[in-house]
């Protein structure tokens, strides 16, 4: 079968396509882990931003599908149902299978026949797209495969969840990077991919979607595989790696380990990035960092989440962030910041900021910590992530006042809290974290300057937008700043130049006005409708 499987364009503030774009580690494994007789093609649509109908054109003229597999996020559902609704224009034919966080947790987003899904994977996607290709390629019953709701007519079957893989038994191959299509993925101008060497996390913090995923659990890729995956990684071309592991920190023997082997293989010249918790590096200290140094590790982000102890509760993201000594707990991120500095260490902070009790003076002091701490800002607001502990909360209380979904990218404030509305929120996060950007810029000139010196003023004009030079000189309110920035936002939010087939206008809706979903299915001498019923 030939199979095209596509990210979605949209990226975050944080994120700006300018400076960072990355592969998309789940469609990487799904190529991988599909049988080797069918051809897959992966196009991380974050590359062509500006360009994105012709790239899908192209894609799928080139390629001629027989399946297209989307990976989404929440904040990227209204930009997947564009991206669908025009494969659908141009191969009415091809089955759509969505995946990622967005569908397994809000699957019936998904369902309805205006959109055209044929297959929802939820969870792990390795193996239940291992068994689904098969399935459509020998027309074998959807309803033996785990893990998937699919289209019956006009009604959607459920099937058994997944069992989490334990990654040990070679259930989930490698990644096949060779499969992508498109080119540029970029860390500040330096080539980067992403590896995983771990999955799941034991933790249960509030605001995160990884419980509701897949439950609290953490499973091991051997460190063999990683290092040959990382090996691969290097051989075509990266020089920056992001491990993607849920909590890389969880086993901190088994991280010591991993920093260990990959000095070992004399793969320390890469820039690594990894996630951390404040608590297992504040416990490590010194030698941790040392090795992670050693290692090559470049950037850290650390899940800070919130320097005031009842946020944390609130989060539950108290005891990843604490400190047990003396009978006393004490947060952990001052000396998980400090040490890592100590060895050199660049710290990406995580904050957030905004939690339903917050007044202004909570949310300044978390400013204040991030302006004396972190090197990098990634403060963002709590959003209602589909299924999260977090979302009912805010559900209960009747915060949520924005639930356009789209704007769930992190840094749009869309709750309030019992003291302040969501634009205070936002304006206090927005005004603060600019500056403190500003601030990283000597510490990527040193790194990597000819990025700077090509891209510097796009960056600073990239992290400014909104300003003129009237607001330079103090002659307009920052406040009349602001609103333009979100209005450009909210611009920059149509990555594609297709109609929503749910809000409105559908081209596809229209042109097959009258036939049903069957009529439109792919012409392989399969009937999804009918195999279904008969198994
Ligand atoms: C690494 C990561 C990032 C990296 C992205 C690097 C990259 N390009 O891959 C960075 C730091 C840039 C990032 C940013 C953001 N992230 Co992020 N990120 C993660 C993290 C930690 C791991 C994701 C990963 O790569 N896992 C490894 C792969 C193999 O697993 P996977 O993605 O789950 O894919 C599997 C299945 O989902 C499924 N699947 C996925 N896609 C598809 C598609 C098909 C067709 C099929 C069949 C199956 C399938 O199969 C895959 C293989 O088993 C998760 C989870 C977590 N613990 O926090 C959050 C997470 C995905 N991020 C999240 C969010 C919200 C964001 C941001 C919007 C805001 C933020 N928190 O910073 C930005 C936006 C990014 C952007 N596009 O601009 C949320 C998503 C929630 C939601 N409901 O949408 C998560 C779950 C964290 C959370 N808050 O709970 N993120
Ligand atoms: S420790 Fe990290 S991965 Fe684990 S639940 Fe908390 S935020 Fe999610």
Redesign the pocket.
């Given at each position: 079968m030939r199979i095209l499987?596509l990210?979605?364009p949209?990226?975050?503030e944080?994120?700006p396509s300018l400076a960072?774009r990355?592969?998309?580690?789940?469609?990487?494994?799904?190529a991988g882990n599909v049988d080797p007789a069918h051809q897959v093609a992966i196009a991380?649509l974050?590359l062509v931003q500006h360009a994105v109908r012709p790239t899908i054109e192209h894609l799928v003229s080139e390629i001629d599908p027989d399946v297209v597999?989307?990976?989404?996020?929440?904040?990227?559902r209204v930009t997947a149902r564009r991206v669908i609704c025009l494969v659908r224009a141009l191969k009415p034919t091809a089955r759509i299978?969505?995946?990622?966080?967005?569908?397994?947790?809000?699957p019936e987003a998904w369902t309805s026949p205006e959109l055209g899904v044929d297959?929802i994977?939820r969870?792990?996607?390795?193996r239940?797209?291992r068994e689904?290709i098969r399935a459509f390629d020998d027309c074998g019953p959807l309803a033996a495969v785990d893990g998937i709701w699919f289209r019956e007519g006009a009604e959607f079957r459920r099937n058994r969840p997944r069992a989490v893989?334990r990654l040990t038994d070679d259930d989930?191959r490698p990644p096949n990077r060779a499969a992508r299509v498109l080119g540029g993925y970029t860390m500040l101008g330096r080539p980067i991919d992403?590896v995983?060497t771990s999955?799941g996390?034991t933790f249960d913090c509030s605001?995160?979607?990884?419980i509701e995923?897949r439950g609290r659990n953490f499973h091991r890729f051997s460190i063999e595989r990683v290092i040959a995956d990382i090996r691969d990684a290097h051989a075509r071309g990266a020089r920056a790696i992001?491990l993607?592991?849920?909590?890389i920190t969880l086993d901190v023997g088994r991280f010591e380990e991993l920093c260990r082997a990959i000095i070992r293989a004399g793969l320390h010249h890469v820039d690594y990035l990894a996630?951390a918790m404040t608590a297992a590096i504040a416990a490590r200290g010194d030698p941790l960092a040392r090795l992670m140094r050693r290692a090559g590790f470049r950037y850290v982000?650390l899940g800070i989440e919130n320097v005031l102890d009842d946020d944390l509760v609130f989060l539950k993201a108290r005891s990843k962030n604490t400190r047990r000594g003396a009978g006393q707990r004490t947060n952990s991120a001052v000396d998980a910041v400090k040490t890592l500095h100590r060895h050199g260490m660049l710290v990406v902070g995580?904050l957030i900021v905004g939690n339903p009790d917050d007044r202004r003076e909570s949310i300044a002091a978390n400013l204040s910590f991030a302006r004396r701490y972190v090197d990098w800002p990634?403060i963002?607001h709590p959003?209602p992530?589909?299924?999260?502990p977090m979302t009912r909360d805010f559900e209960q209380r009747g915060f949520i006042v924005n639930r356009r979904v789209e704007e769930?990218?992190?840094?749009t404030a869309v709750t309030r809290s019992e003291h302040l509305d969501p634009i205070e929120i936002e304006f206090m996060r927005w005004r603060a974290e600019r500056w403190l950007k500003v601030r990283h810029m000597p510490a990527v000139l040193r790194h990597d300057p000819a990025f700077v010196l090509r891209n510097g003023l796009r960056m600073l004009a990239h992290t400014f937008r909104g300003s003129t030079w009237r607001s330079m000189l103090g002659r307009e309110p920052a406040h009349v700043v602001f609103e333009r920035y979100r209005a450009i936002r909210a611009r920059e939010r149509a990555y594609v130049d297709w109609p929503d087939p749910i809000a409105g206008t559908a081209p596809f809706h229209d042109q097959h006005r009258g036939q049903s979903a069957n009529d439109l299915l792919p012409n392989t001498g399969c009937d999804l409708t009918h195999r279904a019923t008969e198994h």
């Open positions: 499987l990210s979605m949209d990226s975050s944080h994120t960072i990355m592969p998309n580690g789940a469609l990487g494994s799904l991380d974050v597999g989307l990976s989404v996020m929440t904040f990227q299978v969505v995946g990622g966080y967005d569908p397994s947790l809000a297959v994977v969870g792990e996607g390795d239940t797209f689904l893989a989930v992403v995983e999955r996390c605001f995160c979607s990884i995923m992001f993607v592991d849920d909590n996630q982000f995580g990634y963002q959003t992530y589909p299924g999260t769930y990218d992190g840094t």
